[in-house]
């Protein structure tokens, strides 16, 4: 059992029928609201969703538990946990959702792309020190496309805050480089997201000018929140 699961002492009980509820569910609106967006209007035939909430805390403070490990070993193996999370999340949705646009399934095919990437590339800088993959149950987010497009958003932006929330804790020059390379690819993947599910792209900077950090806490208490993790 991973490093996550034992800290947040996760409740699986139920978990792979709350993961099988649809975007609207109380779990699954619940993590969109924790994850800063609304339930969003109809348009299209597609969820139109909201800008993001206000982070709370500035970016250099709420270093992730220590059972992920001392310094910038527990930061890497706090990024790989929520990057295991997202490229699972885009390899199970090629197979699970019927696009029914092009445009979508090739960004998703290139999302996954880039996700299964940082994995392989945290996995190696952190060598027998990388925290072990989380079994995942993502329900309906990796079978309906209404609800993988509005998941998605939502675990894109997340993933910004975090890299973000974590940047000025990072001691190695190197290893600062190496996440703020993958902080703007996951910037990029959250705007192309948010302009597909939000044509007047205003979800493109949901926080304006401005992005807004999350501390370790508050990113870990969203994933909690989602029960896709259930082993």
Do not use: C
């Given at each position: 059992?991973?490093d ?36 969003g209007?109809?348009?299209?035939g ?9 982070g ?39 197979k699970g ?16 792309s ?34 993988f ?41 959250a ?5 597909y599910?939000?044509p ?20 870990l208490s ?8 259930v082993?």
């Open positions: 059992m991973s996550l699961l034992d800290l947040e002492k996760i409740d699986t009980d139920g978990a792979v029928r709350e993961a099988a509820q649809a975007v609207s569910g109380d779990t699954r609106l619940g993590f969109l609201r924790k994850a800063g967006l609304g339930a209007a109809v348009m299209g597609g969820a139109i969703l909201s800008a993001l909430a206000p709370a805390l500035a970016a250099g403070s709420g270093r992730p538990p220590a059972s992920f490990g001392k310094g910038d070993v527990g930061i890497f193996n706090y990024a790989l946990t929520l990057e295991y999370l997202e490229a699972t999340f885009y390899a199970e949705a090629l959702v019927s696009f029914n646009d092009p445009h979508l399934k090739a960004l998703a095919t290139k999302i996954a880039d996700e299964a990437t940082h994995v392989a590339f945290l996995k190696k800088a952190l060598g027998s020190h990388a925290v072990k993959k989380p079994k995942f149950d993502f329900g309906a987010a990796v079978t309906n496309q209404s609800t497009t509005a998941t998605s958003q939502a675990l894109e932006n997340t993933g910004v805050a975090a890299y973000f929330g974590q940047g000025f804790n990072i001691s190695s020059k190197a290893y600062l480089a190496d996440a703020i390379s993958i902080l703007t690819v996951e910037a990029r993947h705007g192309a997201i948010g302009f599910n939000d007047t792209a205003k979800a493109v900077s949901p926080e304006g000018a401005f992005d807004k950090p999350k501390t370790a806490s508050q990113v969203i994933v909690k929140s989602t029960h896709f993790i082993g």
